[in-house]
């Protein structure tokens, strides 16, 4: 079985600042996806980023990008220019794919972000 | 916009009772899971369907839940009789479960709103 820890349960900083949270695996696998989900009050999941285990460049998505260590099985998420817009959890997430096709998600436990004006 | 839509959006009823919740996955998504959100537990994989064939209910406590697909556009997820240890916010998602060449997002997974169950 897939594991995912988050080891950081709050996290605060001061707006404009960047931030980087942590997340770590365990798998024996080698076909599989990670992602960082985003969850405001409004309690909506939505996808941040995501990464593609074969490929080795870290994917960015505008302030977001990722810092993706295979060999230390080491997935954390960085937030340049952080935003008042940004606080919320932030949960990583892993996910296995074979010729069937994806299985659901395992998620960690959450970093919960404060953004502080 | 597609959007995956679920409803009830809350529900409290009392221990005992049957709860049923909706889902309709985004039209042409052929794979649906159903998640569950606790404090303590966090977020779980309950199931999973992929062209409305169940493929792994593992999640699930046996005896009071079940899910099903009747059709492309409905999934739901029962519980009878519903528990107050039951009470959380379940997850509707929907996707391709696979990647498609040419689609870079093909293997997302796109989550409804929730409902929010509390169990008395």
């Known amino acids: 079985a897939q594991t995912v820890t988050q080891s950081q349960p709050e996290m605060s900083v001061q707006e404009a600042e960047t931030v980087t949270l942590s997340c770590t695996y365990d798998?024996?696998?080698?076909?599989?996806?990670l992602f960082w989900y985003k969850q405001p009050p409004s309690r909506q999941m939505i996808l941040v980023i995501r990464q593609e285990a074969y490929k080795q460049q870290n994917a960015t998505e505008n302030r977001f990008s990722v810092n993706f260590q295979k060999a230390a099985k080491s997935f954390s998420l960085k937030i340049s220019d952080s935003q008042l817009g940004d606080t919320a959890m932030y949960f990583c997430a892993f996910m296995l794919y074979s010729g069937g096709g994806a299985d659901g998600l395992t998620f960690g436990k959450g970093t919960h972000l404060i953004i502080q004006p | 916009d597609a959007r995956v839509t679920q409803t009830p959006r809350h529900k409290v009823t009392e221990m005992g009772q049957e709860v049923t919740m909706r889902c309709q996955p985004i039209?042409?998504?052929?794979?649906v899971f159903w998640y569950r959100q606790t404090m303590m537990q966090g977020l779980e994989l309950l199931a999973y369907f992929r062209n409305r064939a169940p493929l792994d209910d593992s999640g699930m406590p046996k005896d009071r839940f079940s899910a099903e697909m009747p059709d492309a556009t409905l999934a739901t997820l029962k519980i009878q009789p519903s528990e107050p240890r039951d009470s959380a916010v379940y997850f509707c998602?929907?996707?391709?479960?696979?990647?498609?060449?040419?689609?870079?997002?093909?293997?997302?997974?796109?989550f409804g709103p929730g409902t929010r169950l509390t169990v008395t």
């Open positions: 798998t024996s696998e080698s076909n599989y996806y």
């Open positions: 998602a929907s996707g391709f479960g696979q990647p498609f060449p040419g689609k870079e997002n093909s293997y997302e997974q796109y």
């Open positions: 039209l042409g998504h052929n794979t």
